[in-house]
């Protein structure tokens, strides 16, 4: 079944418009869930002056100091890594959650928050699971981690309207449901470059108030037409 883009995107635009200001809101706090826990540093691997400096200042460095250095780099990963499962994963389930919602009527912002009170711990587990598998297939090779980052797509989406599903139901499910809708989905996020150009060029506005919210909202209405054309749920 071919996917309809222009009815999913103008079904969209009218969610959109029902409900900006919270969806707005809503796609600011699921953008953070998504990118604000990621590591931002960059190295240089050409040698310079400066750097050739910097080595023997490093050197130069006691090794207790050095390892403290570590173990602090390490505790901070580990953190990092606790509220990326516990808070930021769960935390995306309920922005999922409230596009979905949103298809059928008028919907709070406090339903972002829900997955906290029921079946966190399980929703927790799998959030970290697909992220684990999808991690593992990445290293292995890049194009299968590509191919099962679409296969695993739905899973919040699942957990959304079914947090008490385990692991094997929920990614079973979620790779159920995309096969043969993975490179029709991938063509449907491609169509969507443009706005996502126009949001670097305005140095992310357009995406805060505009292109992010509708996205967000075509992905969620993406999620229901494959649910009714497999007749899942």
């Known amino acids: 079944m071919i996917i309809d883009r222009p009815m999913l995107k103008a ?4 969610i959109l418009r029902a409900s900006y200001l ?15 826990a990621a590591g931002s540093s960059a ?12 080595g023997s200042y490093v050197a130069a460095i006691p090794m207790s100091f050095a ?3 570590i173990g602090f780099a390490g505790i901070l990963m580990i953190i990092m890594l606790i509220i990326r499962v516990f808070v930021l994963n769960v935390l995306e389930i309920g922005c999922r959650r409230f596009f979905i919602e949103t298809s059928y009527g008028d919907t709070g ?3 972002i928050v829900k997955p906290f009170s029921r079946a966190f711990l399980n929703q927790a587990f799998v959030m970290f699971m697909r992220d684990l598998f999808t991690c593992l297939w990445t290293m292995l090779f890049v194009i299968p981690g590509f191919i099962k980052m679409y296969s695993y797509r739905l899973v919040p989406y699942i957990l959304a309207e079914n947090p008490e599903m385990n692991m094997s139901e929920a990614i079973g499910l979620s790779r159920y449901m995309m096969d043969g809708y993975k490179w029709q989905t991938f063509i449907f996020d491609l169509s969507f470059i443009g706005w996502m150009i126009l949001s670097g060029i305005t140095f992310g506005l357009v995406g805060v108030f505009y292109s992010n919210p509708y996205y967000n909202h075509a992905s969620a209405q993406l999620y229901l037409y494959i649910k009714e054309q497999r007749g899942t749920m």
Request: no cysteine; glycine share 8%.
């Open 11 to 14: 079904r969209s635009k009218e």
């Open 67 to 69: 390892a403290l250095l």
């Open 43 to 54: 190295t240089n691997s050409g040698a310079s002056p400066d750097a050739v400096q910097t």
């Open 22 to 36: 919270k969806s707005v809101a809503v796609s600011l706090v699921l953008f953070i869930t998504l990118y604000g």
């Open 109 to 111: 912002i406090g339903v």
